[in-house]
Each structure stands twice: as C-alpha cells, then as structure tokens.
C-alpha cells in the first residue's frame, strides 16, 4: 500500500507546491532516503471556503423556514451555497497540510425554532489525500466546539493555482461524519454525502533570502555515462526458436467433441409464463423509517393488504405476472401496502403522509426499475398528490442471465436509486440518484415450487398494522411489524416537497432537548424523507 501512495502523495506535494508558486520546498516524499526535509510552517491569507452543506438540506428549509448568514458569511443567489471569507492560516512544508480559520455564521431555523442550528467558527484541515471541515455548532441544546462535521476526500483531487496566486482546491467531495450525524441526531447517516467544497488560499509571500544558492552545482555530472551500453545486447537471440514447435503435434479429433454438452447438462431449467406467487422485500430508505417513528415526526408506520414489517422493512406478498427467460424479461406486480404517517395535528391528522401501494419490479434487456402507485400530502396545502404506476427506483441488476431454478426467479440485494420522476413526485427533496434500501425479489412459476424462506421480521401475513410512536423512537403501536433504521432525514411528503412542520402534540421536552441536534436532524429528515418521495421517501 505504502508503495502505490507515494506516486499519489508525490504527485499532491509536486501539485500542492506548484499552486503556491514553488515558495514552499517538496518534503523528501520521492526519495528513500531517511534524512526528512526540515519541517517549516508558512503563513495562509485571503482563504475563501465555499461549500453548501446539502442542496436537498438547503432547500427544504427554504421552504419550511429560513436560513440566515452573518459575520461575514454570504449565500449564493436562488439559495445556493455559502462562502465563508476572510480565512487565515498555514501550510506546513514538511506534510503539505493547511489548516484555516474563516470569518462567517449560518444559521438554520424550522418548525416555529424546533429546529435551530448554527454553524459558526467553521475551519477546514486538508493534508495530501483528505481533510476535515469543522465548526462550533449552536443548538437550543447548548454550543459545541470545533466539531468535526464533515470529511474530505483529496485523493483525486489537485490543488490549482487560482486567480492572484491563490491555491486552489476545486470541488473536495465531502461526506458526513460520526460527529456530523450526531449532531442532526443521526437523522442524516454517518458517510451520507454531502457538497463538494472549494477552499482557496493564499501564501503570505516569504522573505527571499536562503534557497537560490544550492542547487545549481550538483547534479549535471552524473547522469550522461550510464545509459548507453547496456540495452543493445540482451534481447535479439532469444524469441525466434521457442514457439513454432508446440502447436501443430497433437492433431487428435477426439479432444474438441466432449466438452460442450456436458455444460449444458448442469444447467438449471429455464422456465418462461405465467408469475404464480412471491415476494418483494424492501425497506424504502432505513434512515426515513427512523425518522418517522423518532422524536421529530413522532409518527407510525402502517402497514395493510397482506404487507408486514420486518426488522429490514416490510414484505409484500402475492406476486402475479409473466417470466420469460429468452427474451430477458420479468414482470411481477405484489399486493399489500405501506404508509408512513408522522407531524400529528390537531385534528388528528398527519401532515406527513405518504403511501406506497402495488410495488412492481419490472426486468428488461439487463435493466430494471421499481413502480408503484403513491400518494403523498403537501405539507403546505395539505392536499394529496395520487401518483400511478410512478417508476420510484432504477435497479442495478446482477451480472448474468435472469434464469428460473426450481421453479423460482430470485433476485437478491438489488441496488436501488431514486429515479428522476420519483425525485418530481416527491418535490425534489431527494436527488435523482439518491441511494435507496436494496431490494430482494423471489417470485415462483411454479404452485409447487418452494419460494425461499423470510428474511426475518414479524408480522402476519395478512391484515394490517402499524409500528409508531408516541414521543419516543420505539413508540407504541400495533402489531404489525417494526421499523427500523438509522436515521436520515425526513419529512411530509407532497407534491411540493412536504415535510411536517413540528406539530403542537409532539412532547416539547423531548424535541426542545433534542432540538438543536435533532432540530438539524428534522430539517435534514426532511430532507430524506423528501427522497423517499422520489423513490419512495420523502425528506
């Protein structure tokens, strides 16, 4: 490992120093020598960082509350990113790390100050593959210092020379840390990913006195007397008497006949018609399930029509429709429903509701994609959206032919992603992209065929349920099944990007405790929920 980093290392110190105009000297990163380059700070100015924090984040509060900057801080037009300004710092010759300070606050605020956060004192750490932005953070719980919110990846990434001899690191991928996710209550998922940011900054110019005398009287001599004499001789005998010998001696007929219908005779039969029976299993979005039924939403998951819930989600029975192996192609539609109530009202309503019906996993030429009919509650209108046959979910299929063993098809772990149309349906809050819970699909072509066994939950196999709370993560409800997960964001989900405002019904101790951290976490819930609306979740 340590082998294959030193090109990369070398190559971020050589691009890292280019950047800052060739001032600050390489470490001894490219020899093996063990004499290190002394180890010297230099003085960073000017630095600007830009960085976002989360579109989907921004823009559910934009339409659920506000978000204000200050102390120097600016947002972008058509509430884009924040800048922070005024950074000031240094870069260490010997590692070629930074480390800057910048001026500049934004605050976050929803749901009537339930949710309120404030980031502020935000500084950014980059060494040659990754880095670390922090800042303090203001809840109604209370102030954090120089948290680490979120981690960069610099492998990949050069830093530049910008405009008046400022380095430049463009577009740092930034993902969610431990810390991060704790403080928005773990409604966002530790590694959830995050804007890229920018970091520019300046060197302050040094005082030219000690390096321009060395380096010129070394190395000429040395190289010019080696090179010459040694490759002319090796190679022209070798090559000419070794392989025209070995292929044309063994002509025999009987070797090519035997192995081709002995493969076929394994293989397991493939059957094409009608789908008789079978299951989807699928959890939506883990983090929107948490978010639902914790002390946010204080809300409950239902499920009816033969659905049950599980540990990893919810089961949907009952599968109908046609398999056909030589052309590829699996259509299989399941009965049961799911619906994700969360922000009680006065009147006993939900702001946020969501339901999902007539899952159907479709398979053709290598590609699939999850439909479903969906209807969804605007947090502002409060009026429902009814979406049919809505593609939620582009399906990343496994490698190899879609076959029928036993009488089964069975497709497990699929990957999902929020479609386009699933992202529209759902007001935007989730992404395009936006990774979903995977899915396993077993339907049989076959009444006697064995289907494989559940993947664990409880549940009946029939009737209804609901799992839910009332003030707490685990929350009372009906037997119908629990729902788990580790949090992300959620919210209502409607045809603008619903998510609950907070509610009067939700117990204030809890929330206000939670607040600052989980206030983040609503916002940021919404946030997932509103991808769930995409693809079934909503922010």
């Known amino acids: 490992m340590a082998a294959t980093r030193r090109p990369i290392a070398l190559a971020a110190a050589v691009?890292?120093?280019?950047?800052?105009?060739?001032?600050?000297?390489?470490?001894?990163?490219?020899?093996?020598?063990?004499?290190?380059?002394?180890?010297?700070?230099?003085?960073?100015?000017?630095?600007?960082?830009?960085?976002?924090?989360?579109?989907?984040?921004?823009?559910?509060?934009?339409?659920?509350?506000?978000?204000?900057?200050?102390?120097?801080a600016t947002q972008a037009p058509g509430n884009g990113a924040f800048t922070f300004g005024n950074g000031k710092g240094t870069y260490d010759t010997g590692t070629h790390g930074t480390s800057t300070a910048f001026d500049g606050s934004v605050?976050?605020?929803?749901?009537?100050?339930?949710?309120?956060?404030?980031?502020?004192?935000?500084?950014?750490?980059?060494?040659?593959?990754?880095?670390t932005i922090t800042a303090d953070v203001k809840t109604p719980e209370g102030t954090k210092d120089d948290v680490a919110v979120a981690a960069l990846d610099l492998s990949s990434v050069r830093p530049s020379q910008g405009d008046g001899g400022a380095m430049v690191y463009k577009d740092m991928p930034a993902t969610l840390t431990k810390a991060g996710a704790e403080v928005f209550n773990n409604m966002y998922a530790e590694g959830?990913?995050?804007?890229?940011?920018?970091?520019?900054?300046?060197?302050?110019?040094?005082?030219?006195?000690?390096?321009?005398?060395?380096?010129?009287?070394?190395?000429?001599?040395?190289?010019?007397t080696k090179e010459p004499t040694q490759e002319p001789t090796k190679e022209p005998t070798k090559e000419p008497s070794t392989?025209?010998?070995?292929?044309?001696?063994?002509?025999?007929?009987?070797?090519?006949?035997?192995?081709?219908?002995?493969?076929?005779?394994?293989?397991?039969?493939?059957?094409?018609?009608?789908?008789?029976?079978g299951t989807l299993d699928w959890g939506v979005k883990a983090s929107f399930r948490a978010y639902v039924t914790g002390p946010i939403a204080n809300g409950k998951v239902e499920t009816s029509g033969g659905a049950t819930a599980s540990a990893d989600g919810y089961r949907f029975p009952d599968a109908t429709g046609a398999f056909d192996a030589d052309k590829q192609t699996l259509d299989a539609q399941f009965g049961g429903?799911?619906?994700?109530?969360?922000?009680?009202?006065?009147?006993?309503?939900?702001?946020?509701?969501?339901?999902?019906?007539?899952?159907?996993?479709?398979?053709?030429?290598?590609?699939?994609?999850?439909?479903?009919?969906?209807?969804?509650?605007?947090?502002?209108?409060?009026?429902?959206?009814?979406?049919?046959?809505?593609?939620?979910?582009?399906?990343?299929?496994?490698?190899?032919?879609?076959?029928?063993?036993?009488g089964v098809v069975t497709l497990k772990g699929v990957p999902a992603t929020l479609t386009a149309g699933g992202a529209k349906a759902f007001g935007g809050m989730y992404d395009k992209g936006e990774v979903l819970d995977a899915l396993t699909v077993a339907v049989?072509?076959?009444?006697?065929?064995?289907?494989?066994?559940?993947?664990?939950?409880?549940?009946?196999?029939?009737?209804?349920?609901?799992?839910?709370?009332?003030?707490?993560?685990?929350g009372t409800g009906s037997t119908g099944g629990t729902v788990g997960g580790g949090g992300s964001v959620g919210g209502s989900l409607g045809g603008s990007g619903s998510l609950a405002s907070t509610g009067s019904d939700l117990p204030t101790g809890a929330l206000i405790a939670a607040s600052g951290v989980v206030v983040a976490a609503g916002a940021g819930v919404v946030i997932a929920a509103r991808r769930r609306r995409a693809g079934a979740e909503a922010v």
């Open 107 to 131: 605050n976050f605020n929803a749901h009537g100050g339930v949710l309120d956060i404030t980031l502020s004192d935000v500084k950014v750490t980059t060494t040659l593959t990754g880095g």
């Open 444 to 474: 049989s072509l076959d009444e006697n065929a064995e289907l494989p066994g559940s993947t664990g939950g409880s549940g009946s196999t029939g009737g209804s349920g609901s799992t839910g709370g009332s003030g707490t993560t685990g």
């Open 243 to 277: 392989e025209p010998t070995t292929g044309p001696g063994n002509p025999s007929p009987s070797t090519s006949a035997s192995p081709a219908p002995s493969g076929s005779a394994t293989a397991p039969s493939v059957k094409q018609g009608p789908v008789v029976n």
């Open 15 to 72: 691009a890292t120093a280019a950047a800052l105009g060739a001032t600050f000297a390489l470490p001894a990163l490219a020899a093996d020598s063990k004499e290190a380059a002394p180890a010297a700070t230099r003085d960073l100015t000017d630095g600007t960082l830009d960085w976002g924090f989360k579109d989907s984040f921004r823009r559910y509060i934009g339409g659920a509350g506000t978000i204000t900057v200050k102390d120097g």
């Open 192 to 224: 959830a990913e995050l804007d890229p940011a920018t970091l520019s900054v300046k060197a302050v110019t040094p005082e030219p006195t000690q390096e321009p005398t060395k380096e010129p009287t070394q190395e000429p001599t040395k190289e010019p």
């Open 337 to 406: 429903s799911v619906r994700f109530l969360g922000h009680k009202e006065d009147g006993g309503a939900y702001t946020l509701d969501l339901s999902l019906s007539k899952l159907r996993v479709q398979v053709k030429g290598g590609t699939g994609t999850l439909v479903a009919d969906v209807s969804s509650k605007d947090r502002t209108t409060k009026k429902v959206a009814t979406y049919t046959d809505l593609a939620l979910a582009d399906l990343k299929l496994p490698s190899g032919e879609l076959v029928a063993k036993d």
